[in-house]
C-alpha cells in the first residue's frame, strides 16, 4: 500500500491526479497541502473523488519553509511527495511566479527531506525549453535557451533546483499546454487556444466555405489533462533511475493551423486552406498587434508572444514507458472542448439564470436594500454571506434565511478598516458573486461643503474604497475559478446628477466607472461587472431628510429584485426607464437639464442643520428661473 503528499492537489491538474490516485487498490492515504483559506476549494474538490475517505488535508503553504507543516507528525509516513503546487499564468507579476513556483519548490524539497519520502514526483513543464530551437529530448536541461517571460524563467529554475539536491530521489514531469479532458471536455479556466475560441465563433457568421489566408502560425504543443494523469499515474510506480524525465507531449511538431482547423470545424467557422509564406513572429516584428485589438478579442497581450512553440519536443523515451498509454488526436476530440467551453466557459454565453448553490456575499445585509436582497437570493437557493458591521442585526437575518429553508453565514465586519477586510477575504474563502451594496449617502450644497472635506473623504472611504477593496480580495478566486459576477449598487442619480449628492455621486461614479474598465479586462476571465442604479428607495439611510418624507420612493424589496435581474442577467447596467429619460435628456438637451434641476435645487431645502432656518421662496425662485433664459435671449 503506497501513501501520497501532494502539492497544488486543489487545482485543476491536481484534483484529477488525486481521483487516480484514490481508485488504486494501493493507495491507502493522499495527504493533500491545503492553505487555510483554501479548504472551501479542498471541500468542494472532495466531493467528486470516488474514495474521498482517502484524502486528508493538511494545513499548509507553499510560501512557508517546510510548507508550514510540522513534518514529525508525517515522518516515515509518506512513500510520495507529489508537487504540482505552481502559478500557471502567462499575466502573473514575477514575484507571483518566483514565490510559488521557485520558493515553493524549494519548501516542498525540505519537507520530502524531513518526512523521509522515497520518492519526490516534479510536475515541470515545457516552459524549461524556453526559446529553444529544434528538437528537445527528456535527457536535455540546460542548452543555453533563454526564457522570455516570469513563468518559463521561474520554471526552469524550479527544475534546476530539483535536479540539483542529491537528498531525495526525483522524477520530473513535463506537461505541454493541458486543455480539458478529451472525454467530458472539462476545464477550469479560459487559457492557451480557449483565448481564441470568442473570435472563432465570430468567424462562424461568415460562409463556411470561406476559405482563409493566414501568414504560418507555427507549432504549438497540447495534450488533455486525462492523458496527463493517466501518464503521470502509471509512470509514478514503474521502475526507473532517480533524474528520470518525461515529456507529456504531442511527439514532434504540431502545427497550430491545424489546432485552429480543428476548432473551427467544431464551430462552424472556416478553415484556413492556404498559408503564406511568412510566419507570425515575423508578421509581429513588422506591426505589433495593437492591445486594444487583443483586449477586444479577449487575449491577454502576454500570451500572445508565446502563441508560435519554437521547440520539438522528442517523447520517444516516454512513449515507451507509457506501454501502451497513448495521445489521442487533437482533432478527435476538439468538438468535446468547445461544447463544454460554450456550455461553462463562453463569457458571452447565455447566463445561467439559477442561483442554486452559489457563494453569494451582500454587504450591508443588516438592514434596508442589503436585507433584502440578501433574503431574496436566499429563497433562490443561494448560500448567503452576510456581511455588515452590526452582529445582533446580522443573526436575524440569516435566522429568517434559515427559516425559510435557506443558507446563511455571517460576517461582522467594518468595510472601511484594511486590516479587517483583509481578514474578510480570507473567512469568505472563494465565492461566485458578489454584492457591493454597503455604503452612505449625505446631501449637503457644495457652497456649505467648502469646509467639510472629510465629508467626501468619509463617503469615498465607504462607497468607493471598501467596495474596491474587497473586490480585489476576492478576485484572484474568482479568476482560478473562471466564474463571478460582481455587483455593483449605485444610483440613478448619475442619470440625474441630482444637486446637494456631490459627495455621494462623485463616489459611486467612482465605483461604476472602475467597474466599466475592469469588466472589460475581466471578461475572458469569465468575470463580469454589472451597476445597478438605484432610484431613491425607503431606507433607514434617507430617514434623516425630512424632504423626502413626501418623496415617491420604492421598497427594498423592488430594490431587490433590481438586484437580482443583476444577478441572473449578463446586462452590464440595470437601470430605470426614468433614470435612462433623464440620461437622455441630458444628452440630448443639456442646457435644459441643467435648467431643470437647478430649478429643483432651488425649490427645495436643505437637509444641513446650519441651513434649515433659510425660508424658502418657490414662487419668486421659480419665476426667476423661467424668466432667466428668455431675457438672456433677448439680450442676444
Known sequence: M???????????????????????????????????????????????????????????DLGEPGLGVDATALAGAVDHVVHLGAVYDFTAAAEDNQRANVDGTRHALEFAEAVGAGLFHHVSSIAVAGDHRGRFTERDFDLGQRHHSPYHATKFEAERLVRQQGRVPFRV???????????????????????????????????????????????????????????????????????????????????????????????????????LPFSLPRLR?????????????????????????????????????????????????????????????????????SLQGKRIVVTGASSGIGRATALAVGARGATVLLVARRQAELDDVRSEIEQAGGTASVHPCDLTDTDA?????????????????????????????????????????????????????????????????????????????????????????????????????????????????????????????????????????SAAKLVLRALTSDSEVVQRAEGLAMELLRVLAPGLARQVLNIAYRLTGESAPEARTRPGRPLPVLATALVRPLWRGLRR
Open 173 to 275: 514531469y513535463r506537461p505541454a499546454a493541458v486543455v480539458g479532458d478529451s472525454r467530458t471536455g472539462e476545464m477550469d479556466k479560459v487559457d492557451g487556444p480557449y483565448f481564441f475560441l470568442p473570435l472563432l465563433t465570430r468567424l462562424a457568421r461568415l460562409p463556411k466555405a470561406l476559405p482563409l489566408v493566414l501568414p504560418d502560425l507555427g507549432g504549438t504543443n497540447i495534450v488533455p489533462v486525462d492523458y496527463v494523469v493517466d501518464a503521470m499515474t502509471h509512470l509514478m510506480h514503474v521502475d526507473a533511475a532517480s533524474g528520470t524525465t518525461y515529456h507529456l507531449t504531442h511527439n514532434g511538431k504540431q502545427r497550430v493551423t491545424d489546432v485552429f482547423n480543428a476548432l473551427a470545424t467544431a464551430v462552424g467557422a472556416p478553415r484556413v486552406r492556404v498559408s
Open 421 to 557: 477586510v483583509d481578514a474578510l477575504v480570507k473567512d469568505l474563502g472563494v465565492v461566485d458573486m458578489l454584492v457591493n451594496n454597503a455604503g452612505r449617502s449625505i446631501r449637503r450644497a457644495v457652497h456649505l461643503s467648502v469646509d467639510r472635506l472629510h465629508d467626501y473623504e468619509r463617503t469615498m472611504a465607504l462607497n468607493y474604497f471598501a467596495p474596491l477593496r474587497l473586490t480585489l480580495g476576492l478576485l484572484p478566486g474568482m479568476r482560478a475559478r473562471g466564474f463571478g459576477r460582481i455587483v455593483n449598487v449605485t444610483t440613478m442619480g448619475l442619470q440625474t446628477d441630482t444637486p446637494r449628492f456631490s459627495a455621494y455621486l462623485a463616489s459611486k461614479a467612482a465605483l461604476e466607472a472602475f467597474g466599466r474598465a475592469a469588466g472589460r479586462e475581466l471578461l475572458a476571465d469569465g468575470v463580469t461587472v454589472c451597476a445597478v442604479r438605484m432610484p431613491l428607495v425607503r431606507t433607514p439611510m434617507i430617514g434623516a431628510t425630512d424632504a423626502y418624507k413626501g418623496f415617491p420612493a420604492t421598497s427594498p424589496e
Open 2 to 60: 503506497a501513501t501520497y503528499f501532494v502539492t497544488g492537489g486543489t487545482g485543476f491538474l491536481g484534483r484529477a491526479l488525486v481521483e487516480r490516485l484514490v481508485v488504486r487498490g494501493e493507495t491507502s492515504a493522499v495527504h493533500m497541502l491545503v492553505r487555510q483559506r483554501s479548504v472551501d476549494r479542498f471541500v468542494a474538490a472532495a466531493r467528486r473523488w470516488s474514495r474521498p475517505d482517502l484524502v486528508f488535508p493538511v494545513i499548509g
Open 285 to 353: 516584428a513588422v506591426r505589433p498587434v495593437p492591445a486594444a485589438v487583443l483586449n477586444e478579442l479577449g487575449v491577454p497581450a502576454e500570451v500572445l508572444p508565446h502563441m508560435d512553440l519554437p521547440t520539438v519536443f522528442d517523447s520517444t523515451e516516454t512513449v515507451e514507458a507509457l506501454d501502451g498509454i497513448e495521445l489521442p488526436d487533437f482533432t478527435t476530440y476538439a468538438d468535446v472542448l468547445v461544447r463544454y467551453w460554450a456550455e461553462h466557459l463562453d463569457p458571452e454565453r447565455v447566463w445561467d439564470k
